[in-house]
């Protein structure tokens, strides 16, 4: 098995502190020590941080040709309308545009996501080789209607029997997505928690993202009802008289692994049943959030309560790339009272335990995969820390390794 010894002015394990001039080595595909120090054999990195492998775990790659976000931002239904009409008139094949997605990822230092499909497409790209990043596929499921149920609960079914066979060297697994709310019937919503809970897998679920979704399902008006009834599907039975987002957000809490996506306007009841619920992840997508123009996210008071927040970049029909690094460069600019190492780590383990992965990934821990990514550090003054250094404006990813092996 190839043995390599790498050194670098800083590592961040993520499970620990930093550690300054420092060494990782790696067994073939797994890391097998991490330590302050030398080695008379170690490939010096010079002036770098090496981190673990990023994790975006939130993404729908299949949007990833789009070179801008998509308008309007508001109201939020006509920008659901422009992505609509954007999947509607694309005359091209999604396969190109989840493996150009891909190498976005990549290349910006993700080596693991957790990705919305439409289809088995990513299945099968994810399974190419051991040079794309590992994955959660989501399976989405859409219908608000009652008679798009049975069909949606069949493609739910199906998707499972779809199961690559690499799944397991590659870090493949599969997972359901019934959308949000607003597009999915609530007794679908029901059923595929349930299919996933048979299938013990996880369950992503856009949830409380705008106001109006709560508004929709506490008082059955407001724009989405405007866009069902334009779209020929609203029906004011199919809820119903007391449901709130919270009954969409608890079921999630029968399941070893779920996301709620977004989660921009949980308020104090659900972040108190998160606290209780610690199988189930928020997924902070902060430049998304920013670009709706949403009130302040409470991601801070969810981790100060133990709650697992990770962060995701969202498509690129709401954001400019697909790079998770700039996601957290991005927190670092606008909560610099926050340890770059807090941010680090939503961006790293909080992602693996949000993907159910975390034995696996998102930390230098001896025994789990290589996959990490090179920092560039910008020169400093010697008595900088690495976590001063690390989220800096001219810090950057350059080199990313999967599986023991350099991608770039
Ligand atoms: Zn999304």
């Known amino acids: 098995m190839e043995r390599q010894i790498l050194k670098a002015r800083w590592v961040f394990p993520v499970e620990r502190p930093p550690l300054e001039h420092a060494v990782v080595e790696v067994e073939g595909s797994h890391i097998s020590a991490v330590y302050a120090g030398d080695h008379p054999q170690a490939v010096d990195l010079g002036n770098?941080?090496?981190?673990?492998?990023?994790?975006n775990a939130h993404t729908h790659l299949e949007?990833?040709?789009?070179?801008?976000?998509?308008?309007?931002?508001?109201?939020?239904?006509?920008?659901?309308?422009?992505?609509?009409?954007?999947?509607?008139?694309s005359s091209t094949s999604i396969e190109p545009k989840i493996r150009k997605g891909i190498q976005e990822c990549l290349e910006s230092g993700t080596t693991c996501i957790g990705e919305i499909a439409t289809s088995v497409a990513s299945l099968h790209l994810f399974a190419q080789n051991q040079q794309v990043p590992h994955a959660v596929v989501f399976r989405e499921c859409l219908g608000f209607s009652?008679?798009?149920?049975?069909?949606q609960e069949r493609i739910a079914d199906q998707f499972f029997e779809e199961i690559p066979d690499q799944a397991e060297s590659h870090l493949i697994q599969l997972g359901l997505s019934p959308h949000?709310?607003?597009?999915?019937?609530p007794d679908l919503y029901l059923s595929l928690v349930n299919e996933a809970r048979n299938q013990?897998?996880?369950?992503?679920?856009?949830?409380?993202?705008?106001?109006?979704?709560?508004?929709?399902?506490?008082?059955?008006?407001g724009p989405f009802v405007k866009l069902l009834t334009e779209l020929g599907l609203w029906d004011p039975n199919i809820l119903r008289e007391d449901v709130r987002m919270f009954d969409y957000?608890?079921?999630?809490?029968?399941?070893?692994?779920a996301l709620a996506v977004h989660g921009n306007y949980f308020g104090e009841t659900d972040i108190e049943f998160l606290r209780q619920a610690p199988q189930i992840s928020v997924v902070y997508c902060p430049r998304t959030h920013h670009y709706f123009g949403h009130t302040p996210h409470p991601w801070l008071r969810m981790i100060e309560r133990g709650i697992n927040v990770a962060i995701g970049t969202d498509s690129r029909a709401s954001n400019p790339d697909l790079s998770l690094w700039n996601e957290l460069q991005f927190l670092r600019e606008n909560f610099s009272e926050?340890?770059?190492?807090?941010?680090?780590?939503?961006?790293?383990?909080?992602g693996a335990r949000a993907l159910g992965l975390s034995q696996e990934v998102g930390s230098l821990t001896i025994g789990k995969r290589a996959d990490l990514a090179l920092v560039q550090l910008p020169d400093g003054s010697k008595s900088s820390t690495g976590s001063d250094l690390l989220l800096n404006a001219q810090s950057h990813v350059a080199r990313v390794m999967l599986n023991g092996g350099w991608v770039n």
Request: proline share 9%; charged share 20%; hydrophobic share 45%.
């Open 338 to 350: 926050i340890s770059p190492d807090l941010i680090l780590e939503c961006g790293t383990l909080a």
């Open 146 to 151: 009652v008679d798009r149920i049975s069909e």
């Open 249 to 257: 957000l608890a079921p999630l809490a029968e399941l070893t692994s």
């Open 63 to 89: 949007f990833s040709d789009l070179e801008n976000p998509l308008g309007p931002v508001a109201p939020f239904t006509d920008w659901i309308q422009s992505v609509m009409k954007s999947r509607f008139e």
């Open 48 to 55: 770098t941080a090496i981190v673990p492998g990023l994790i």
């Open 180 to 185: 949000a709310p607003y597009s999915v019937h």
């Open 200 to 221: 013990v897998a996880p369950v992503a679920v856009h949830l409380a993202e705008t106001q109006a979704e709560l508004d929709f399902l506490e008082r059955k008006q």
